[in-house]
């Protein structure tokens, strides 16, 4: 059964002519130091367009499938325009940013009866040539638009945004979990004030404030204190308060080589941007006290003391069922093999690797057939930092096209194509290769060969915080695994140009303040409306 959150009632006695709404979606999360970009082909595998948005994401729990709920509620008549998602990869290139972009405009400026635009973007999509991809859509829609009609924006919690990001936009939300199970409550919130805002019910005004703080996404996990402090702090703000406030604080993603990384705390009030500059503020400096705790809540492991403490941990425990899950977290291609062949070098049995991004292994998984022995060299594809390719000869289990809808509570219902996929046992160990990037952060990536969680001892995961919605319940321990790849957790470690270093914890030298005040004093967001230009 698909995900179907409550909606709010919005009551609106008023006969009128049902709201005509745009919605578009563009996201990417982009580790820029990856060498590999992704094109405006790689883009156009999983794009949507027109009616196929509505049928392929409607009741799922995305922003996309937020934005169809409340406007099909509402009896809008929602025109869709173009969506795509590649998740957490590497760079974009500049011709897909640009032709989405442009793409979004064309069919904009061809519905100028449009009441307004709900865009989706993730906030740290990074590219060669834009500074702020982000903020070039934005205002590449905000021109075909007209300055008075609303464009609200959905973001993702790890989006690197500043006030100059959002300058052309009425309003922005964000993502308030990691894992990011409220996708779908984000789109709610966007689209419910989009309507609002159409019926002059609210008139939003929004403020960002940001302190110059920086974590590895491992530690961005909503649950972890003092973070989940701060969030409910946020949370009671918006509770108490007499009038319309929403407040996001997003954790930004440090592997983008953003001039805007790092943490964001963003309100939206209705027609109060100075008591919207001032939550934004509280919160921004309480971010810059707790940044040493943020920074580095729990220990990270070598994959050669994960696997060692997983394996002595084996031999003293009764009861099976509970695996030791090891997240091999700076892996952001999903083809690192550093603890893939830790536990081949040990003849560990009972593990399994799932969703290894390794395309060429699949396919010639699938020519040689199930139950064939195939030589293979087994991922460590994507760049020198991946770990080592391995010549491996694997026993095929399983081989042929893939996909399914997701069934856990991150993206429900959502739907993966994973191309052409092999089940393979490499000297005992499971490993599914895969030729679509793909998240294996629940039970779907065993559930669909026909497998469970817990038939194995020790799983490797190569997600940040997405895991945990399913496995903390589930592992008798999680390790986090700190290897060389693109997203390592001592961020010190990292080749930053755009960032400026001096004014970043924990790049920079220690200071007694934080830079926000002075920063938005450089660049102060609008009050925008239906209502005001």
């Known amino acids: 059964m698909l995900y179907k959150a409550p909606i709010p009632h919005l009551p609106?006695?008023?006969?009128?002519?049902?709201?005509?709404?745009?919605?578009?979606?563009?996201?990417?999360?982009?580790?820029?130091?990856?060498?590999?970009?992704?094109?405006?082909?790689?883009f156009e595998q999983v794009a949507l367009r027109g009616n196929r948005i509505v049928d392929e994401l409607r009741g799922t729990n995305t922003v996309m499938g937020g934005f169809i709920d409340v406007c099909e509620q509402d009896s809008v008549e929602l025109v869709p325009l173009v969506h795509t998602a590649l998740g957490a990869v590497g760079p974009a290139t500049d011709e897909a940013v640009r032709r989405y972009a442009d793409e979004m405009a064309?069919?904009?400026?061809?519905?100028?009866?449009?009441?307004?635009?709900?865009?989706?973007?993730?906030?740290?999509?990074?590219?060669?040539?834009?500074?702020?991809?982000?903020?070039?859509?934005?205002?590449?829609?905000?021109?075909?638009?007209?300055?008075?009609?609303?464009?609200?924006?959905?973001?993702?919690?790890?989006?690197?945004?500043?006030a100059d990001t959002l300058k052309n936009a009425t309003a922005a939300f964000a993502y308030r979990k990691s894992p990011h199970t409220d996708t779908g409550d984000t789109g709610r919130r966007a689209a419910i004030c989009m309507l609002r805002t159409l019926r002059e019910e609210i008139s939003p005004a929004w403020a960002i404030a940001k302190p110059g703080v920086l974590v590895p996404s491992i530690f961005s996990a909503t649950a972890l204190r003092p973070l989940a402090d701060i969030i409910e702090e946020g949370q009671r703000i918006e509770h108490d308060s007499q009038h319309y406030t929403d407040i996001s604080l997003m954790a930004g993603f440090s592997y983008a080589d953003a001039h805007n990384a790092g943490f964001s705390a963003l309100c939206v009030t209705d027609g109060d941007p100075a008591r919207a500059q001032r939550i934004a503020d509280h919160l921004s400096e309480r971010v810059w006290r707790e940044r040493h705790a943020l920074y580095r809540p729990f220990d990270v492991y070598t994959a050669e003391s994960a696997v060692s403490r997983a394996c002595a941990g084996l031999t003293r425990r009764e009861a099976k069922g509970r695996p030791y899950v090891l997240v091999e977290h700076a892996d952001r291609m999903n083809d690192s093999t550093y603890l893939l062949a830790e536990l081949l070098k040990r003849r560990v049995a009972r593990a399994a690797v799932p969703f290894l991004w390794d395309a060429a292994a699949a396919q010639r998984a699938f020519d040689a057939g199930v139950g064939a022995m195939v030589k293979l060299q087994l991922g460590g594809h994507s760049s020198e930092k991946a770990g080592p390719t391995l010549d491996v000869i694997a026993r095929v289990l399983w081989a042929g096209p893939k996909s399914y809808r997701v069934s856990g509570s991150y993206m429900h219902g959502m739907p993966v194509d994973l191309g052409m996929t092999a089940l393979l046992d490499v000297d005992g160990v499971s490993v599914s290769v895969v030729s679509a990037f793909a998240f294996a952060v629940d039970g779907d990536a065993f559930g669909v060969f026909g497998l469970r969680p817990e038939d194995f001892d020790i799983i490797v995961l190569r997600s940040k915080t997405h895991f945990r919605a399913f496995y903390e319940g589930l592992a008798e321990e999680i390790l986090m695994v700190d290897t060389p790849d693109h997203g390592v957790a001592d961020l010190r470690l990292l080749p930053y140009e755009r960032l400026d270093t001096h004014r970043v914890f924990p790049l920079a030298p220690e200071t007694s303040t934080h830079r926000a005040t002075e920063d938005r004093q450089k660049s102060k967001p609008p009050h925008r409306s239906n209502r005001t230009a």
């Open 12 to 42: 609106d006695p008023r006969p009128r002519k049902p709201f005509r709404i745009a919605v578009a979606g563009f996201h990417i999360e982009s580790v820029s130091f990856l060498p590999v970009a992704s094109t405006w082909d790689d």
């Open 106 to 162: 064309v069919s904009v400026r061809a519905l100028p009866d449009l009441d307004g635009v709900l865009l989706f973007l993730h906030g740290a999509c990074w590219t060669a040539s834009y500074p702020d991809p982000e903020r070039f859509i934005i205002d590449t829609v905000r021109g075909v638009l007209g300055k008075d009609k609303p464009l609200i924006v959905a973001l993702d919690y790890h989006g690197n945004i500043d």
